[in-house]
């Protein structure tokens, strides 16, 4: 007869005691269905599901190979080396014990000797005066030897001596030349100019009655730069020239020349213009004709005024725009002259 499975029982406990593997189970049985609905079971089988269980055992931990020394510890003189390993062959685990012993070795290593930079010892005492009279001067030293440079070390820096004044019974001194000054710079910076060099009656100067220095305290040289530029400038206008017409309005004209100085050596040329122009106005212009015919090509835009003589008359001409339209007019007279109003 068919029916259902029931739920399966937990699982058995694992009989293990210590590290290792063992097998546990769990169980379920087929029973009667109440519903009419089976699982295709037959009542009263039986069914066994197994599975494993375990226990880690511990792994003790176990160094691998050393590796390769590192590099020295210093560039110069003695270091270190040291080479390391890890404790992963295999790794300790499960409460496993660790590695036994240290994970670096070391070794000494001596590289070239090291260079020693020079250090100044004490200062000594001053010396004695060296004069007997007025004032001299007393020096001390020192020696660069605490330590003293080696292997390419760099010297000491500083001076090895150091001077004061002392002051005697006065005594007369002759003034004596300190050491020439340098030459400096030139007086132009284009051209030609002068350079001089000076001492000073200061070695020592003279005191006490004592004689002054001898000779020239200055020395002056001719020095030669590159030639001046020279920027050009305007000489002066010219008179205007004659009128550019006899009769009616024309132009008239002066001229300047840029040559006092002219530009030299890429100097800047003269600004400006050269020439300039003003208006002149002559006599008016006069022709003798009957009829007159005039085109707008021939004029600027404006009124035209034409005056005819002898009788007086006066007409006007508007210029037609910027169109080739002929206008005109007939101006019975002797003489006309055509003005722009």
């Known amino acids: 007869m068919d029916g259902l499975w029931k739920q399966w029982t937990e699982w058995t406990p694992c009989p293990l005691t210590s590290c290792g593997e063992a097998t546990i189970f769990r169980t379920r049985d087929c029973v009667p269905s109440t519903s009419g609905v089976t699982d295709g079971c037959e009542v ?3 069914q066994l599901d197994e599975k494993q269980c375990s226990i880690a055992c511990p792994i ?16 110069c003189g003695a270091g270190v080396q040291t080479k390391r390993r890890s404790c992963n062959a295999p790794a300790p685990a499960h409460n496993g014990n660790p590695c036994d012993g240290a994970d670096t070795s070391s070794k000494s290593c001596n590289m070239e000797a090291c260079a020693v930079n020079g250090n100044w010892g004490q200062w000594g005492s001053y010396e004695p005066c060296d004069v007997t009279c007025g004032t001299g001067a007393q020096i001390k030293t020192r020696i660069c030897n605490d330590p ?6 760099n010297p000491c820096e500083g001076e090895d001596i ?6 005697m019974e006065e005594c007369a001194v002759n003034g004596n030349w300190g050491q020439w000054g ?13 350079q001089m060099k000076t001492r000073f009656c200061n070695d020592p100067a003279p005191s006490e009655n004592g004689n002054p220095c001898n000779g020239e305290d200055t020395i002056v040289k001719s020095c030669d730069m590159e030639e001046c530029a020279v920027n050009g400038n305007w000489g002066p206008w010219g008179s205007y020239g004659e009128c550019s017409v006899t009769c009616g309005t024309g132009m008239q004209t002066k001229t300047r020349s840029c040559n006092d100085p002219s ?23 006069k022709a003798t004709v009957e009829n007159i015919v005039f085109d ?15 009788h007086g008359v006066s007409n006007k001409l508007t210029m037609n725009g910027d169109s080739l339209q002929r206008v005109g007019i007939i101006a019975i007279a ?3 002259e055509l003005i722009l109003s």
């Open 60 to 75: 003790n931990g176990n160094w691998g190979l050393w590796g390769a020394y590192e590099p020295c510890t210093v560039t």
């Open 263 to 285: 530009p030299a050596n890429n100097g800047n040329p003269c600004d400006g213009l050269g020439t300039s122009s003003k208006s002149c106005t002559m006599e008016a212009c």
């Open 296 to 310: 707008t090509k021939d004029f600027t835009r404006g009124s035209w005024l034409i005056r005819c003589y002898p």
């Open 44 to 46: 009263f089988d039986f």
């Open 148 to 153: 003293a440079p080696s292997e390419n070390g």
């Open 334 to 336: 002797d003489v006309f």
């Open 182 to 194: 340098s030459y400096e710079p030139c007086t132009v910076t284009c051209g030609a100019g002068v």
């Open 162 to 167: 150091t001077v004061k004044s002392c002051d």
